[in-house]
């Protein structure tokens, strides 16, 4: 250590024995690389206890994001689902801070389960008392153990299992497979996206991926539904990847797509697209229009303008090469992608949803919620019961928040 307190390596002096709180999440990380997933429970519990803590609840976001199920496993303390909008459990998952809430003679703490920023679900955990080093602790054994699961969820089925309360489709299945993380938070940008019906889903899809300052964003719509719109949803997101990893120019993205699903499908088939760049540092936003409705800007918590642009035909249609539209955006701003579904779904015998509705729903959802994460899992099941609880089409919403700033701050230790 120097005179001032920076940590030097290699100095003689510098503490690097085993304290305790290592030694806890040591065991974990020790131990992590060869555990089958089924005795992640029994070592949560075991190390939860060390710290004086009991009934241990590790608890996952189901796929309609509207509750917390409980993951069975042995050591864990396993109840009924808990509401994500009106329960303890929810709200730390919603807020990503931990919640603590006395009960007689105790305290029953609530800590978000974070892979990344992507938010996992939630753990719940007794204790007699709690200070600050119990909660640096459990803070940091819940960041491992929502890691945990993220890893060993794709090998196993346990956790897609305890995730869905209710059947779904062959087609709903392959889509979730295809999809990246729900959500994605850095200093300079965040995203959240949610899929209706999420057990029955089959042609909506969305994409993204963070290279350096570079965000590429993808929303599609496959014709139809079914498993042939899974199929093709799923062609179109590998066409789109391939030309993303191989740093395609967004005006060629198009074509290069366009042959994937002539080639497989026919030419009567056809997938509507949007894709986007966004540059997080300086806010450049460009995209090119396929056939899909026209993201909306939102500013100040309200919806002030449609990101009109000229639009080419379908990908699969053979359509000239598409015009790269562009907006320069302003800290803190906000682009809403959905797919058609969303306003073209009506009640039997009933108008469609359209525009308009979806815009005096979004800035209602606006006025009482900032996270972008709650934003979307809210103006979705809001618009959901305006269908009257169901909806015959597929339904996506892909919101992105732009904030500017650098995370250089995160690769310094002090």
């Keep these: 250590m120097t005179d001032d307190g920076r940590w030097q390596p290699g100095r003689i002096g510098v503490d690097r024995s085993e304290g305790f709180g290592e030694r806890l999440l040591g065991v974990l990380l020790d131990r992590a690389h060869e555990m089958p997933p089924d005795l992640i429970a029994p070592l949560v519990a ?27 496993g042995r050591g864990l303390k396993v109840g009924g ?21 006395p009960q007689e003679g105790n305290v029953r703490m609530y800590l978000p389960l974070l ?29 491992l153990v929502a890691d945990m699961i993220v890893t060993k969820d794709s090998y196993t089925d346990r956790f897609f299992q305890a995730r869905r309360s209710a059947p779904m489709s062959v087609a709903a299945e392959i889509q979730w497979q295809l999809l990246p ?21 089959a042609g909506d899809s969305f994409d993204y991926a963070l290279n350096g300052d570079i965000l590429h964003v993808a929303m599609l719509d496959a014709m139809g539904h079914g498993l042939d719109a899974a199929t093709m949803a799923t062609v179109a997101v590998g066409a789109y990847r391939h030309t993303r990893r191989s740093h395609t120019d967004l005006s060629q993205v198009y074509a ?35 056939g899909h409705p026209a993201p909306f800007l939102i500013r100040d918590r309200a919806v002030v303008d449609r990101l009109e642009s ?13 015009v790269v539209s562009e907006r320069m955006l302003r800290p803190g701003d906000r682009v809403l992608c959905f797919t058609d579904g969303l306003i073209e779904e009506h009640q039997a015998g009933g108008e469609t949803f359209g525009e308009a509705q ?11 919620r900032t996270e972008v994460r709650a934003v979307v899992r809210a103006l979705s099941h809001a618009l959901k019961h305006q269908r009257g609880g169901t909806t015959t089409d597929d339904a ?15 690769a310094a230790l002090d």
Excluded: C, K
């Design 310 to 322: 000229p639009t080419t035909l379908p990908v699969g249609f053979g359509g000239e090469e598409p």
């Design 115 to 143: 892979d990344g920023s992507d938010q996992i679900g939630a753990m719940a955990v007794t204790l007699d008392r709690v200070d600050d080093d119990d909660r640096r602790l459990l803070r940091r054994l819940a960041g």
């Design 396 to 410: 996506t919403i892909f919101l992105v928040e732009w904030r500017g700033g650098d995370a250089d701050h995160l």
């Design 46 to 72: 075991e190390e939860v206890a060390r710290v004086g803590g009991r009934e241990v609840s590790i608890l996952l976001q189901d796929y309609e994001q509207e509750l917390l199920v409980p993951l069975p």
């Design 81 to 101: 689902p808990e509401s994500v909008e009106d329960s303890p459990a929810g709200e730390a998952f919603l807020t990503l801070r931990t919640v603590e809430v």
């Design 181 to 201: 993380p729900l959500s994605m938070t850095v200093p300079q940008v965040e995203v959240a996206g949610i899929l209706e019906p999420a057990y029955d889903v």
């Design 256 to 290: 290069f797509m366009d042959r994937a699903i002539n080639e497989q499908f026919g030419h009567d088939h056809f997938v509507t697209a949007q894709m986007m760049v966004l540059n997080i540092a300086t806010g450049r936003l460009q995209w090119v229009n396929a």
């Design 358 to 368: 979806l815009i005096e729903w979004t800035n209602r959802i606006l006025r009482e």
